[in-house]
Each structure stands twice: as C-alpha cells, then as structure tokens.
C-alpha cells in the first residue's frame, strides 16, 4: 500500500508541472502572472524637439542712444577747458536752432549733455541720429542760417556768416545780453553740435574752435 501512495504522489507533481510551462517561483507571485507580452520590434518615436525661443530684439531707440552715448565728448576730452558737468543729459530731440530756426530735420534719436565753466559760460554738445545722411541736415542748416539777424526775449540777435571749414559749419550768434558760438558736423547718420555760450563773442568763438576738434575726435568714435 505505501508503495501505491508514493507512485500517486508522483503522477499528481507529474500531473501539476505538466499543466504549466511556467516556472514554479512563488516568491514574487510570478507564478500567478500572465507572461510579458514580448517586446515590439517598432523602433521608438523620437524626442519631439522643442525650439528654442529667440530672444527679443533690443528697441532701436535704445541701442542708437547708446551709440550717441559713446560718441559724445566726456570729461577727459574736455580736461584741458577746466570746465564741470552740469545737469543731467537729457534725450529729448531738437527740432530746430534758436539762430535763425535753422531745422534739424527728423531725428530718430538724441543725447544732450551740458559742461560749465567756473567763470559761468557754457559749452553744450547736441547729438542727433538719423536713418539717412547727417549731411543733409548739415546742408539744410547751412541755407537757413542768412536771416542775419532776430529777435530773442525782446533783444535783437546778429548772426554772423556762417563760415565752413573742413566739413565743419560754424557761427556766432551776439545780443546785447550774451555770445553763442555754434559748429555743426556730420559723420554718415550722426549729426553733432556743440555750442559755447559767454558774455561776449571775443571769449565764446576760441573756446568752439578749441572744442570743435575735440567733438570731432570724439565723434569719429562712430565709425
């Protein structure tokens, strides 16, 4: 009888491990589990590639205002006039000159700065950018500038003749109160002017011709 018992235990685990192909592990339940499907032979959808977003350009009037910054006389060109800033620069654009309302044409941008001398006259630089030739403007400037004469805060202003020199136009604008002494010049879409103010003609036109070459230099920084 003992011997029937073993021979029927055997045909069971016969029996059991022919119903399955699977393994008999049963310390991760994988005995219990459907098989994996097996594994697709598609290749893998690549990466969607996201564009990078460009960076948004800089407003033209602020990089042409920082090239009018760079170009405009500082206070090492003017070491040897002794003279010290004053006020703040301002951008606000000039759409005429006082003398003979000479025009300035449209400018797309503008920096002005200011220096004082101890003796209380003044030197202002005017600088202006344009999208065409400064050039044209100079020319422009230079027609309107035979008024001879006008009249400014209830004094009468005389206007000497503009003289050119060098591609520099200069004059002298004199009243009973004061001198301003002017030099327009352009350089391609730059247009600079500086103006010296004192009380009379005799001390404001050596003061511009000691400064027009150094708005010059400064001004050649531009190209």
């Known amino acids: 009888m003992r011997r029937v018992h073993v021979l029927a235990g055997v045909g069971a685990a016969l029996l059991l491990a022919s119903c399955s192909d699977r393994p008999n592990d049963l310390r991760d339940n994988r005995y219990y589990k459907d098989p994996e499907p097996p594994p697709s032979s598609a290749p893998p959808a690549p990466p969607v590639q996201q564009e990078t977003p460009r960076p948004a350009a800089a407003p033209t009037t602020q990089r042409k205002a920082a090239q ?26 000039q759409v005429a000159l006082p003398d ?11 920096y002005q700065t ?18 065409g ?12 500038l035979n008024c001879g004469k006008y009249q400014s805060g209830g004094a009468e202003v005389r206007v000497s003749t503009p003289a050119v020199t060098d591609g520099q136009v200069s004059w002298c604008a004199t009243s009973s109160r004061q001198s301003s002494c002017t030099v327009l010049e ?16 005799a001390k404001a036109k050596p ?17």
């Open 68 to 93: 009018l910054d760079r170009v405009a006389m500082t206070a090492q060109d003017l070491a040897e006039e002794g003279v010290q800033p004053s006020g703040s620069p301002s951008r606000a654009v």
């Open 100 to 110: 003979c309302q000479a025009p300035l044409g449209k400018a797309t941008s503008a």
């Open 114 to 131: 200011a220096w004082e001398y101890p003796t209380g006259s003044t030197v202002r630089q005017y600088l202006a950018e344009y999208d």
């Open 133 to 144: 030739n400064a050039e044209e403007i100079v020319t422009a400037a230079r027609a309107k």
């Open 186 to 201: 352009a350089d391609g879409s730059v247009l600079s002017v500086v103006v010296v103010t004192a009380t009379t003609e």
């Open 207 to 223: 003061a511009v011709t000691r400064i027009a070459p150094l708005a010059a230099t400064a001004l050649a920084r531009n190209s």
